[in-house]
């Protein structure tokens, strides 16, 4: 099976450096190097005092005790900092999953969610997204794994403060290990930091990063969370994959996180800026039928009329405009779009005006 994390990385890369308002990504526009060093509060004088031999495999103590930090009730030896999200999702699947087993993933879904467990052989059932996540999509859920991505990509849904301890009696009751992705945790749009599901006692498992919410998808630190036991395991497959992050990059991702809020509030909103100038421009956009609510993260759900060709649209879109979203196609969903929010907001709001005065397109 040909991933399609494949073709979306192939459109990407087709389209990163000829468009004008790339809302096809799902990040934050990237920093300077010498900006995120000021936000790290890192000098080039520590980094040039770096030894460059392999970090530990686990991560270093420093970066595993503040990531911990993250999680009530969790300890540094309860993480193992990985190489990105990816390969943490690679990690808790391989040791989570044989061939058979039922895995429930919320849907549409981040590719990796469920390709990865299609390759192991895995059965996955899809459950729905509505306008607004509720832990009653769960009740009568039967499976091996319950996989819950929070906030919600590619919808950008997420739960209420009030529906979050009910989900997670409904998944106690289930007695069965659930996995929380918590990638865009950092964007919460209604606290400074978003809820996370992680009980490592229950065998609630995470894995997480700051790298998309922070516009430092470079340094490529993402983690998992779980238990001493299966944070060992994990490490010891870690050593056949990429084995050791950079020093470099588990400097900055220590001085970040332990800084965050110096900019991160900054970062919030202006993507919360993004977000509203794109609601106050939905009538304008004909073609769009429907937008679901974003709760937090740096992705949003658009809906088109019915009979549009998602790729078709998003080609059409680019070549008239400069302007760059995701079809739902890639997402195995025809006829909606995946619209990213961390763009410059000068060169979002002049985006969102090309697409305005293009529309309809088809």
Not at 12 to 31: D, Q, W
Not at 150 to 159: E, I, K, L, R, S
Not at 311 to 339: C, Q
Request: charged share 30%; net charge negative; hydrophobic share 35%.
């Amino acid at each position: 099976m040909e991933p399609r994390e494949f073709f979306i990385e192939e459109r990407l890369e087709s389209y990163r450096n000829s468009c004008f308002c790339n809302l096809g990504e799902s990040g934050f526009h990237a920093y300077r190097l010498e900006e995120i060093m000021d936000f790290a509060n890192v000098s080039g004088e520590e980094l040039g005092k770096l030894t460059l031999n392999d970090s530990p495999n686990r991560g270093g103590n420093e970066l595993r005790e503040e990531i911990s930090k993250l999680y009530p009730g969790v300890g540094a030896d309860e993480v193992l900092v990985t190489t990105g999200t990816s390969e943490a999702l690679y990690l808790a699947f391989h040791l989570l999953l044989k061939k058979g087993d039922r895995l429930a993933v919320y849907w549409p879904a981040f590719q990796a969610l469920y390709e990865i467990p299609e390759m192991l052989g895995a059965e996955v059932l899809r459950v729905p997204v509505d306008k607004k996540l509720n832990p009653k999509d769960w009740e009568n859920v039967d499976a091996d794994l319950y996989v819950l991505n929070q906030p919600h990509n590619p919808t950008g849904a997420g739960f209420s403060s009030g529906d979050w301890e009910d989900l997670k009696q409904i998944l106690r009751k289930k007695k069965k290990p659930v996995l929380f992705d918590e990638h865009y945790r950092f964007l919460d749009f209604d606290s400074d930091l978003g809820k996370t599901g992680v009980s490592t006692k229950d065998r609630f498992y995470g894995t997480g990063s700051f790298t998309k919410c922070m516009g430092v998808t470079g340094l490529r630190v993402g983690w998992l969370i779980a238990d001493k036991e299966f944070v060992n395991r994990a490490r010891s497959f870690k050593d056949y994959l990429t084995h050791t992050v950079s020093p470099i990059s588990e400097k900055l991702a220590l001085g970040l996180l332990r800084n965050r809020s110096r900019f991160l509030p900054e970062i919030k909103k202006e993507v919360k800026e993004n977000l509203s100038f794109f609601y106050d421009s939905l009538s304008q956009l004909t073609d769009i039928i429907e937008f679901s609510q974003v709760s937090g993260g740096l992705v949003g759900w658009a809906k088109l009329k019915r009979g549009i060709s998602s790729e078709e649209y998003a080609d059409l879109l680019m070549k008239k405009t400069g302007v760059f979203v995701l079809p739902g196609s890639n997402f195995e969903e025809e006829g909606f779009l995946r619209i990213g929010f961390g763009e410059k907001k000068e060169r979002f709001r002049e985006g969102i005006e090309r697409w305005t005065e293009c529309s309809p397109l088809l």
